[in-house]
């Protein structure tokens, strides 16, 4: 199947997911903002359907306008501090409510199916590059903020109490997060994103250990998932994304299993 450019190009760019959804799904998690992620890869929707209209690259497309959705996100926090569902729900209106208008305008001239499900042929060399980039530029940025992302997760309040600037690193982080399912939707797709972001994340959580080897086993899970989905998806004819949700489930489902026949055994 590697023979295959296209294929090649899946698996350069799938190597860079399964690194990075777990990077900022744990943070998300921990957080209880798993749900932001479900939002913001909805709202990426309408930034791909801004960068068709405007004859740019779909991925820049998402990944600006999926920034703008999360500082929003972080803005409203400030006026419904005790209606996070309230606030996800005035982005999510938004953001579909545009994508919906222009993909019915008939102004597009491009098919959005492939984002919806995910696709390996229509990977570019561009999409690649922005990819990349935005890959790079996110792991950096999570290596510098790491204490202080640590810290508001576990407590934002006492962040705050301890100096950091909890804020401006929400902020940041809002557009981490835009751009880790920016780099994502031509492989995964945006109706399984957030699961990307999540089940890793969740299966790796069953061990009941620290925070540093939650991350390194969300990685680990993160890769077994999207490069067995990417795999079997090629050879069974379906869309990589659907198929990798359902590889990142029942590996969920098999380590609790797992889990609880060691338990019986042991007692």
């Known amino acids: ?124 060399k561009l999409d690649m590059v922005t990819i990349v980039i935005l890959s790079v530029i996110s792991v950096l940025t999570l290596i510098f903020l790491y204490n202080q992302l640590l810290y508001i997760a576990y407590d934002e309040e006492t962040a705050k109490i301890a100096g950091v600037k909890v804020k401006l690193i929400n902020y940041v982080f809002s557009i981490l997060v835009a751009s880790t399912i920016s780099v994502s939707i031509r492989i995964v797709g945006i109706l399984v994103l957030s699961s990307m972001i999540a089940l890793p994340v969740a299966t790796a959580l069953q061990f009941g250990k620290g925070f540093r080897f939650t991350l390194v086993f969300s990685i680990f899970f993160s890769v077994l998932d999207i490069l067995s989905g990417l795999y079997f998806s090629y050879y069974l004819n379906v869309a990589p994304g659907g198929f990798t949700a359902l590889v990142s489930v029942a590996v969920l489902v098999a380590v609790i299993l797992i889990r609880k026949v060691v338990f019986q055994i042991r007692i």
């Open 1 to 124: 199947m590697f023979q295959y450019a296209f294929m090649r190009n899946a698996l350069l760019v799938s190597a860079f997911i399964s690194i990075l959804c777990p990077c900022i799904g744990i943070f998300l998690v921990l957080r209880r903002y798993s749900m932001i992620g479900d939002t913001l890869s909805h709202a990426s929707l309408a930034g791909i359907a801004l960068g068709l209209l405007c004859g740019q690259s779909p991925v820049l497309g998402a990944f600006i306008f999926t920034s703008f959705c999360g500082a929003m996100i972080e803005f409203l926090r400030t006026y419904f501090k005790k209606y996070t569902d309230l606030i996800l729900t005035i982005v999510l209106s938004l953001s579909v409510g545009i994508a919906i208008t222009l993909i019915s305008s008939g102004r597009l001239h491009a098919n959005v199916d492939s984002f919806l499900f995910g696709s390996v042929l229509t990977v570019t």
